[in-house]
């Protein structure tokens, strides 16, 4: 790209030792050579120091990351497409992209020169001060390299279906577009480091919740161990669940009062975002100061209510999502609801009268049927003498009827009344 390319000569070893001189004239071509090897190793190092460069961390108000392991990395590509056919590219991470043709840049580096794309998976780095070719006279070529963290995107029309994470870094496509030339690159991006808001906690005031589990949810805006997201809901005894007879649940929001190492002590809190992975089983209502944002400090605290509507019996999985107008990273908590699965859930209370008699009465069916049986097969019983205990069923006849013969009856004579007179009714006692 313009610049001249590091030369080293090395002194060449002489091809028969020198004559006999006295010590001084040797010791001194001794120190000659060794200034000339060093001041050639110097000027190696100094050549490959001037090649390399550093990428930069990465830093937004959510999150950094640090490239610094990426320095250096060479990818070359060659598209066979038809637009470009055979047109070779090498892209030099943090350094420099250039083909067969054309020289489109190198990399500026800095604090904040490599930058999110959308999707939020793409790093984006524009590399400039390219060469000023046919057609680039007046603007020098530069290259725009967006960096895939997830594999080559899908509304590429043609790309390099060999590129994937498993053989990163590698370029899915390389083209370009007058003086501009687009590459669309793979790698294994390096994992972020949230930037969390110190001095924000969330406490669980809830009832029903294992008394091992935190009582602190978030602390300096991180999430607690019990309060982590799951793939699936679970109840494993080092995991916040909150039984189904428990309708709902109280989470406060607030500042801690402590030094936050000059950062305000009040902070805006947007609107949770609440939600559940299984909405055929449960569903979610918030309430509370919390439920449409607003501000906390030391002094004051929002309340965030949220309460539970089954559908079925299962296993739900509550997501809470608190978020600070991008400022901050995030706090993201979750846990697992039991739909049906409480003490007095489903509104089935058990009656402890009503199972007495379902099990009094279950009990003498099942007396009956064997006293039947018993009878039948071994006793050759038949008709109602199969019954078990029939001749106390008898009995028990016999002495309801002689307790309703024995009442007193009453008739009354109606009043008849005939040509020659009337006739007087009494009542026979």
């Keep these: 790209r313009g610049s001249r390319p590091c030369a080293t000569s090395f002194p060449s070893s002489p091809s028969s030792p020198p004559p006999p001189r006295t010590r001084a004239l040797s010791d001194r071509f001794r120190v000659w050579m060794?200034?000339?090897?060093?001041?050639?190793?110097?000027?190696?190092?100094?050549?490959?120091?001037?090649?390399?460069?550093?990428?930069?961390?990465?830093?937004?108000?959510?999150?950094?990351?640090?490239?610094?392991?990426?320095?250096?990395?060479?990818?070359?590509?060659?598209?066979?497409?038809?637009?470009?056919?055979?047109?070779?590219?090498?892209?030099?991470?943090?350094?420099?992209?250039?083909?067969?043709?054309?020289?489109?840049?190198?990399?500026?580096?800095?604090?904040?020169?490599?930058?999110?794309?959308?999707?939020?998976?793409?790093?984006?780095?524009?590399?400039?001060?390219?060469?000023?070719?046919?057609?680039?006279?007046?603007?020098?070529?530069?290259?725009?390299?967006?960096?895939?963290?997830?594999?080559?995107?899908?509304?590429?029309?043609?790309?390099?279906?060999?590129?994937?994470?498993?053989?990163?870094p590698c370029v899915c496509a390389a083209y370009d577009a007058g003086c501009i030339g687009e590459v669309h690159m793979v790698a294994n991006c390096p994992v972020g480091i949230p930037n969390y808001r110190k001095g924000f906690d969330v406490y669980d005031a809830s009832t029903g919740i294992e008394e091992d589990i935190s009582k602190v949810v978030i602390k300096d805006g991180e999430v607690m161990p019990g309060w982590?997201?799951?793939?699936?809901?679970?109840?494993?005894?080092?995991?916040?669940?909150?039984?189904?007879?428990?309708?709902?649940?109280?989470?406060?929001?607030?500042?801690?009062?402590?030094?936050?190492?000059?950062?305000?002590?009040?902070q805006e809190v947007d609107a949770p975002d609440v939600f559940t992975d299984q909405p055929h089983i449960l569903a979610v209502t918030m309430s509370g100061t919390a439920a449409s944002g607003g501000s906390v400090d030391p002094e004051q605290m929002l309340m965030l209510q949220l309460d539970f509507h089954c559908y079925q019996t299962g296993l739900a999985d509550v997501h809470v999502e608190i978020s600070f107008a991008n400022q901050y990273y995030p706090c993201d908590f979750a846990f697992t609801y039991e739909c049906g699965m409480g003490s007095t859930a489903g509104d089935s209370k058990s009656d402890p009268l009503s199972v007495f008699f379902m099990v009094s009465f279950l009990l003498v069916i099942a007396f009956c049927v064997l006293g039947c049986a018993y009878n039948y097969s071994v006793q050759q019983k038949r008709g109602e003498d199969i019954v078990p205990g029939i001749e106390y069923i008898h009995s028990a006849r016999e002495f309801v009827s002689a307790i309703v013969k024995n009442q007193p009856s009453y008739s009354y004579s109606g009043t008849a009344r005939g040509a020659g007179g009337e006739t007087e009714g009494y009542q026979a006692l």
């Excluded at 009062?257 to 305000?264: F, I, K, M, R, T």
């Design 34 to 168: 060794m200034v000339r090897m060093w001041r050639s190793v110097i000027l190696l190092f100094a050549c490959l120091g001037a090649v390399s460069s550093t990428c930069p961390r990465v830093k937004t108000n959510m999150e950094s990351w640090d490239w610094g392991a990426l320095s250096g990395t060479q990818v070359s590509f060659t598209n066979t497409t038809t637009t470009d056919g055979n047109s070779q590219w090498t892209v030099h991470l943090c350094e420099g992209v250039f083909s067969n043709m054309h020289d489109y840049g190198s990399f500026s580096g800095g604090a904040g020169s490599i930058k999110f794309h959308q999707p939020s998976d793409t790093f984006y780095m524009m590399y400039e001060g390219g060469d000023k070719g046919q057609g680039c006279e007046t603007d020098a070529r530069q290259a725009d390299v967006y960096i895939h963290c997830q594999g080559c995107p899908s509304y590429l029309d043609e790309y390099n279906s060999a590129c994937t994470l498993n053989t990163a």
């Design 228 to 266: 982590t997201d799951e793939d699936t809901p679970s109840v494993a005894h080092d995991r916040a669940v909150i039984p189904g007879d428990v309708d709902s649940a109280t989470f406060y929001l607030m500042m801690a009062d402590e030094d936050l190492a000059g950062l305000p002590a009040s």
